[in-house]
């Protein structure tokens, strides 16, 4: 067995440690010894899409963000759609969640139209949303730790749906309580680096998740995640 993970925008993208995400979904099957490799895309480059099991996009200011509009239409935006809608894995990060909805007005008034892959949109405001944060993963039981900072406020439409109820901090946009968007198998969500490797219940839902995609069924040999439940649960219980 083997997964193929597309970075999107690896050297445009990348905050906060979003990068540590592919290393940990690189570990986590290299640990069950299932076959990984890794490529970029970036500006210029050609996106085929199909190619991939995870489509991977992380997180970016608002002028890296204004930096890859032209880049990002036509080709590139008709790969990423084809790609959620036959049920690719995508792991997209605060930038990037912005990035597959269909516009990001920046807190200045820039207009950033973007991919519309999923129903939402979202407009900048003034104060940052910045921290440590928690919600809720309704679909797997279990709370998940991340980090959060953004501008942007991201509001769904209906045909997606949110991860879960936030327990502290931001999320989606500090008005409704709610964090992330599902759709498919999309996982888009506010969190930065930090994400996978403090939450391997998570990583390995987006890998089985590409597995079953790929190859109809996937069980994953559950890890020991001594360590991993360690520093979730320390964080857990400081936001409680
Ligand atoms: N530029 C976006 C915002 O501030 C995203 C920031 C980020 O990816 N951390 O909302």
């Not at 679909?139 to 936030?166: A, C, D, M, W």
């Not at 680096?193 to 559950?222: M, Q, R, V, W």
Request: with cysteine; hydrophobic share 35%.
């Amino acid at each position: 067995m083997e997964l193929k993970i597309c970075h999107l925008y690896p050297d445009i993208l990348n905050l906060y440690g979003d990068r540590g995400n592919i290393l940990c979904m690189q570990k986590r099957l290299a640990w069950r010894g299932i076959d990984v490799s890794v490529e970029g895309v970036s500006i210029g480059e050609s996106l085929k899409a199909s190619d991939y099991d995870i489509l991977f996009v992380g997180g970016g200011q608002d002028f890296e963000q204004e930096v890859l509009l032209a880049d990002l239409e036509g080709e590139k935006t008709a790969e990423i759609k084809a790609a959620i809608e036959d049920g690719v894995t995508t792991l997209a990060i605060c930038g990037g969640y912005q990035m597959l909805g269909q516009y990001y007005k920046t807190w200045d008034g820039q207009q950033c139209d973007f991919t519309g892959a999923l129903d939402l949109y979202t407009i900048g405001s003034k104060d940052r949303m910045i921290g440590n944060y928690m919600y809720e993963c309704e679909e797997l039981g279990v709370n998940v730790v991340g980090f959060e900072n953004h501008s942007g406020k991201t509001y769904l439409g209906s045909s997606v749906r949110p991860i879960g109820k936030v327990l502290a901090g931001y999320g989606n946009n500090g008005e409704d309580h709610m964090e992330g968007a599902r759709y498919k198998n999309v996982y888009a969500t506010y969190s930065h680096g930090c994400l996978l490797p403090k939450n391997p219940a998570i990583c390995d839902f987006l890998l089985k998740t590409a597995l079953e995609h790929k190859y109809g069924s996937a069980e994953l040999e559950p890890l020991p995640d001594v360590l991993e439940k360690a520093a979730h649960d320390r964080m857990e219980a400081r936001l409680k």
